[in-house]
């Protein structure tokens, strides 16, 4: 199979370097030097992964990320001198699958790129239905399902239907990782693109709501992959 890569990078030497290293790779590769000619190159074509810089004439990596999410959900490696750890966050944050600090080995990025594609192109896992009892109690959370509320550490939430729904399909799944992709099935029973990248906002809002409780921390991100609850850990502060 060919993949088709788009890399934007501001640094014209750079991509004529990464397109000679890869003419051997199975990978038909598109370049842009700039947001606006990315963005152009997204509405026109499809790609399997992008490659992209943080920082660009006309934005930020963030900027383009946001916009990319805004269209369609494309797995996205960065590349980029920056080794600060704050830009290595948001990069996740904003659904990057991984990160990349330059100067770097070839044959790592090439391992990075392929292990990128092999997540976001394999079968998606399959979740069973989720059966559901009146009520649950998992350590510190204590579900009313017939009453849609959930307490933690004996606090009352306010969460929206949503919200709860979510936070019961991870804490009713310990340490099981689900893809936003099979979240938005479980939230929305379809695949629409919208909702996939409004899991992100879901579960930052959600850990919002947690943080007074302290139990934010069991939601967890599995880099590239999605969210899981980190039941080991509740368990060390129980």
């Not at 051997?24 to 990315?38: G, M, R, V």
């Not at 810089?53 to 980029?80: A, C, H």
Request: hydrophobic share 40%; net charge neutral; charged share 35%.
């Amino acid at each position: 199979m060919t993949y088709k890569l788009l890399i934007v990078n501001k640094d014209r030497e750079f991509i004529d370097n990464f397109i000679y290293s890869f003419k051997s790779e199975d990978y038909e590769i598109t370049a842009a030097n700039t947001i606006k000619e990315a963005m152009d190159l997204l509405k026109a074509n499809s790609f399997e992964l992008a490659i992209i810089d943080m920082q660009y004439k006309d934005g930020t990596g963030l900027d383009l990320k946001r916009k990319m999410n805004d269209m369609r959900d494309i797995p996205t490696l960065v590349v980029s001198e920056s080794n600060e750890p704050n830009d290595k966050v948001l990069a996740l944050e904003y659904g990057c699958d991984d990160y990349i600090v330059r100067p770097f080995y070839l044959l790592e990025l090439k391992a990075r790129i392929r292990a990128v594609l092999r997540r976001t192109n394999r079968a998606e896992i399959k979740v069973e239905p989720i059966e559901r009892a009146d009520s649950l109690i998992k350590g510190l959370f204590e579900f009313n399902i017939l009453g849609r509320k959930v307490k933690v550490d004996s606090v009352e939430l306010d969460l929206t239907g949503k919200e709860f729904d979510l936070l019961y399909i991870l804490v009713s799944n310990k340490n099981k990782v689900f893809t936003r992709r099979n979240l938005a099935d479980e939230l929305w029973k379809g695949i629409d693109e919208s909702n996939i990248r409004t899991v992100d906002v879901h579960i930052r809002r959600l850990r919002e709501k947690l943080e007074p409780t302290k139990a934010n921390k069991f939601i967890q991100t599995s880099w590239g992959e999605g969210y899981y609850f980190d039941d080991t850990y509740m368990d060390k502060k129980r």
